[in-house]
Every structure is written in structure tokens, then in C-alpha cells.
């Protein structure tokens, strides 16, 4: 059998729905874009929604709109893709990192005080599988030393704890339409909050400081435009917005899926003793990744590919890797939860696409890999 590790749900529907923008007259960020950035947006229940072309941008922007620069120093965990960390070195920041919860992966907050200096401006948490992390006690701690927080919502669009929302609570949260993302466009991502004046300052970033979009500048009535801040080529086409608009209405239905297989899983995995990643209490995951946690991982990842089975590594402590070892003197044992972690996890398939009898084989290849 043949399993890929993803399968994107683009339907038809979709692919015509992009197709009707490549026949008309402007391609890229115009009326499409704005119908996904409001459906986005109140599907979220956020007031405004700025769509760009990655989450790497979306952070990047969220963290000069917010003021955080040179010399300052901004709160993350190590145990994410590594582009969390690197939109801090964009910025002129430098990431702070600090271990995390063994069940869960995400950042250990009773750990972020000690941690808070004078150079601190922000905490970036990130939503690791598609689990929130405790936004509500990140919240308070930041409001205690007058902190930002940007939330990395990259694996959490669908995703609630406590009754909170990805980007209720925080100053900016930011999304990825990733090709393996739970709604896709291949390259993509979203910037989402509440302040108005913020999500202007978004628009112009994303398309070098212009105070008009590339649509109304050739399709309206023409009027001069300013560039007024020194922004980035970071807007998202029309043509990837078409392509996001079906998937997000089907974005439930698809969650449900996603759910029946991951307790699959689960109740197969707990009766087979293998290890791994939990779900935290009163929390809705928006089940974008599995991972399980074993033993000579990479050898278990080899065998489960050549029977067929597409898998994924989610992944290997930032600061493990080359740059950051060399940079900034990182070394093993720095963050040994993450570095546990780092070493056994595999992602196993996750997608709706996923049929009964794949899952089964599934489990069924890594029980027998285990014995």
C-alpha cells in the first residue's frame, strides 16, 4: 500500500472558482483577496484579517508593526519550524527560548517569567500540532510586564482552549496556507487582530509601505500614490485567495474527519502502549498534525517508508540546528524536553482525504515495527 503523508481537499469547485480569476483582468491581491480576508476574519471572530504570502511574513510583519526591533529580545520556544525563530532575526530581535510541556510540546509557560528582562518585548507562542498553548496565563504575564504577544497559529486555524480563539486574546495572530496546511494554496498565510490601526499599518507592509493596493491602482480611476513606511513584497494573489475561499467553508466538516481518525489513533495507540502527543484539557485541537513518540526514531521513520507510509519529522529543536549552534552557542541538553521530544517524533498522516483502511494499515505496520 501507498500512503502519502498529505493530500490537499482542493475540489473542483475551488479550481474553478481560481480559474474564473485567471480569466479575468487582475491576477493578483483585489476583490478575491478581500472576500477571503473577511470570511477569514469572521470565521475567526476577529475584526480584521491582512492575507500575505506565508506565516514567515505574517510574523515578520507582526513584529515590526508592533514596534519590536534592534536589541530587543522576544520569548519563543524551541520546538517549532524554524521559521518562528528566524522572523525574530528578521526583525533585529533575538529569540529567547524556553523549554516545553513533555505531553504537549508546547512552550512550558510557568517557565516564561524567569526568562523576562529589560530587553523582553514580546512572547511569540506557538499552537505546536494544532494545540493551543495556555493563551489566557501567556496573556496575563505579559500584561504584567507590558509585553506583545503574536501568536504562531500556523497549525491552528480550527483550534479553541478555555472558549478562546487563535488571535482573541493576543495582539496579532499568524496563519499558513501551506501545502500541507489544513486549508491550502500552496504558498499563503494570514495576519489576524482586532486593532484597526494595526491591520493598516499590515496592508501597507505587505506592499512596500504603498498606501494603495496594486488593484485600485490600475483598475480605478487614477489617483497618486505615497509610500509612507519602508515595507515588504509580501502580498498573496488573487488566484491563491480563490483557491482558500471553498476550503475554509468546508473547514469543519473536514475538522470532523481529521478528529475521527486522530481518536483512531489514539485508542489504538494508548492499548499498544506507543507514545504519544496529547491533547491539552478543554481544548478543541485543530488536528493538524499526529505525532507519536518513539524509540530509535529514525529508524522507525525508514521502515514505516518503506512500507508505503509517508511521514514527517515535527520537528528538530531550533536550536540544534547549524546556524543557531553556531550563532549563539546553543548545545545539546540546553532544552531537554524539546531535545526528547526532537528525537522520537514522528507525524503519521492526518488529512480527511485518509480512508479506514489506510489507517488501520497504519497502526498495523507501527505495531508490528514495535515489536
Same mark, same amino acid.
Given at each position: ?6 493530500? $490537499? ?35 475567526? *471572530?476577529? =475584526?480584521?484579517?491582512? &492575507? ?16 519590536? +526591533?534592534?536589541?530587543?529580545?522576544? %520569548? ?13 532575526? $528578521? ?23 524567569? !526568562? %523576562? ?9 506557538? $499552537? ?36 478562546? =480563539? ?12 501551506? &501545502? ?18 494595526? &491591520? ?6 505587505? #506592499? ?20 509612507? /513606511? /519602508? +515595507? ?11 483557491? /482558500? ?11 470532523? =474527519? ?12 494508548? =492499548?499498544? *502502549? ?28 525508514? !521502515? #514505516? ?23 549563539? +552557542? ?19 498522516? #492526518? ?10 494499515? %497504519? ?9
Amino acid at each position: 500500500m501507498k500512503i502519502e503523508f498529505f493530500r $490537499h481537499g482542493i475540489n473542483d469547485e475551488d479550481i474553478e472558482r481560481a480559474n474564473k480569476v485567471l480569466k479575468s483582468i487582475f491576477l493578483t491581491n483585489a476583490h478575491v483577496t478581500e472576500e477571503f480576508e473577511r470570511k477569514f476574519a469572521e470565521y475567526l *471572530g476577529i =475584526r480584521h484579517c491582512v &492575507a500575505v504570502n506565508s506565516c514567515t511574513a505574517a510574523l515578520h510583519l507582526s513584529l515590526l508593526a508592533l514596534g519590536i +526591533g534592534e536589541d530587543d529580545e522576544v %520569548i519563543t520556544t524551541p520546538l517549532s519550524f524554524v521559521a518562528t525563530a528566524n522572523a525574530i532575526l $528578521h526583525a533585529g530581535a533575538r529569540p529567547v527560548f524556553i523549554d516545553v510541556e513533555k505531553e504537549t510540546g508546547n512552550i512550558d509557560v510557568a517557565k516564561i517569567e524567569e !526568562k %523576562i528582562t529589560g530587553k523582553t518585548k514580546a512572547i511569540i507562542p506557538v $499552537h505546536l500540532y494544532g494545540n493551543m498553548t495556555d493563551i489566557k496565563r501567556i496573556r496575563k504575564i505579559a500584561d504584567k510586564y507590558n509585553l506583545k504577544v503574536i501568536e504562531d497559529s500556523a497549525h491552528c486555524i480550527e483550534g479553541m482552549r478555555e472558549d478562546i =480563539r487563535p488571535g482573541e486574546l493576543s495582539d496579532s495572530a499568524c496563519f499558513s496556507f501551506y &501545502a500541507t496546511k489544513n486549508i491550502t494554496s500552496g504558498e499563503g498565510g494570514a495576519i489576524v487582530c482586532h486593532d484597526k490601526e494595526l &491591520a493598516e499599518k499590515f496592508y501597507m507592509l505587505r #506592499l512596500h509601505g504603498i498606501d494603495k493596493d496594486a488593484s485600485s491602482r490600475y483598475t480605478k480611476r487614477y489617483s497618486h500614490w505615497d509610500m509612507k /513606511l /519602508l +515595507g515588504f513584497k509580501y502580498n498573496i494573489s488573487d488566484i491563491q485567495s480563490a483557491l /482558500l475561499i471553498g476550503q475554509l467553508e468546508r473547514i469543519e466538516d473536514n475538522l470532523a =474527519r481529521r478528529e475521527e481518525i486522530a481518536f483512531f489513533y489514539e485508542r489504538e495507540f494508548d =492499548r499498544l *502502549g506507543i507514545d504519544y502527543i496529547k491533547v491539552p484539557k478543554n481544548t478543541k485541537s485543530a488536528r493538524h498534525l499526529f505525532a507519536v513518540l518513539v524509540n530509535n526514531r529514525d529508524e522507525v521513520l525508514v !521502515k #514505516l517508508q518503506k512500507a508505503g507510509i509517508g511521514v514527517a519529522v515535527n520537528y528538530r529543536p531550533i536550536h540544534l540546528h547549524t546556524y543557531y549552534k553556531d550563532t549563539f +552557542g546553543y548545545k545539546d541538553g540546553d532544552f531537554p524536553i524539546a531535545e526528547y521530544i526532537g528525537e522520537r517524533t514522528i507525524s503519521l498522516p #492526518l488529512y480527511p482525504g485518509l480512508t479506514d483502511k489506510e489507517t488501520e494499515y %497504519i497502526v498495523n505496520t507501527l505495531k508490528n515495527i514495535a515489536k
